[in-house]
């Protein structure tokens, strides 16, 4: 189950980045929020992936995984927020 799960983010994080190319070539400039999706998807998928196995995880890595899902999600609200074509 873990390893489906794995693999479905991963499909997940590659259509994201693709998404995001293709929303990046059309609008001639860069598009922030899907990368910042695919960035905390990566992040949340890394975060399962260590629970899920057998070897024991570091305290430090799942502080700075947890302090990463902070950072992205404050930064998609604060793109959500303040987007470009408000102005």
């Known amino acids: 189950m873990v390893d489906l799960l794995n693999r479905v983010l991963l499909v997940l994080i590659l259509v ?3 998404h995001s190319v293709v929303l990046s070539l059309r609008a ?3 598009v922030t929020q899907p990368l910042l999706a695919v960035g905390l998807v990566a992040v949340i998928r ?4 260590v629970l899920s196995s057998e070897a ?3 305290t430090a890595e799942l ?11 404050a930064a998609l609200i604060m793109v959500s927020r303040y987007d470009r074509s408000d102005i």
């Open 28 to 30: 001639h400039h860069l």
């Open 56 to 58: 024991t995880a570091s």
């Open 46 to 49: 890394r975060v399962l992936f």
């Open 16 to 18: 994201e980045i693709m």
């Open 63 to 73: 502080a700075l995984l947890i302090a990463m899902i902070a950072v992205f999600v």
